[in-house]
């Protein structure tokens, strides 16, 4: 799965999602703009790297929409009763999978969010609203279970050096620009290999 993560205005990024076999789909605007380290990369990165099949793009790479994104507009003659018939499949598939998420969904969540307050009081200068948000990280923290935590402490090296480099390459970008990743690999397929 190819996840294109796009630059599309000075503080604005929208996603665009290719799949084997299934519609592309699409986010514009996307929410969490960050000069740094976008929302949906930090999920990205996080989900990868932890293996969980029950986030967000676990389940788009299973075939649904996880609720956010929609189903692209196909170019070209298509019939329109056909791209209705595929987008109702798309959002049904969606909402099966998130029903079935369980914890891995809601780990999602609490993981990125755990990861993405440790890198940035790292990396930004120290104020209250950080003191706020590590305060809060020591709350969400405490709900997770011993092997939930563990994991996420085995986790911290490659997620954060992953962070490190998507930062750069993010920063690096022009508007209309983007980073294109291959889902669980985290590999960049936007530039030649060399």
Known sequence: MKVHFIRSGERRYSMRIERAGLPVLAMDPAPGFDPDVP???????????LG???GVFGQIAAGGTAG?????????????REQRRTVRKQVARG??????????????ELAAFLFDIAWRSGHRPDSPEQRAALSEAD???ATLSPEERAAIDAARPAVFAAFDRLAAD?????????????????????????
């Open 139 to 141: 709350r969400v923290r």
């Open 68 to 80: 956010s994104f929609h189903v692209e507009a196909a170019g070209g003659k298509v019939d329109a």
């Open 170 to 194: 993010w920063r690096a970008l022009g508007t209309g620009e983007a980073l294109v990743l291959e889902w669980p690999t985290l590999r960049r397929l936007d530039q030649p290999i060399g």
């Open 95 to 108: 909402k099966k999978l998130i029903e079935a998420q369980g914890r891995e969904g809601e780990l999602s």
């Open 39 to 49: 929302h949906d990369m930090v999920h990205f990165v996080v989900e990868a790297v």
């Open 52 to 54: 969980l099949k029950g």
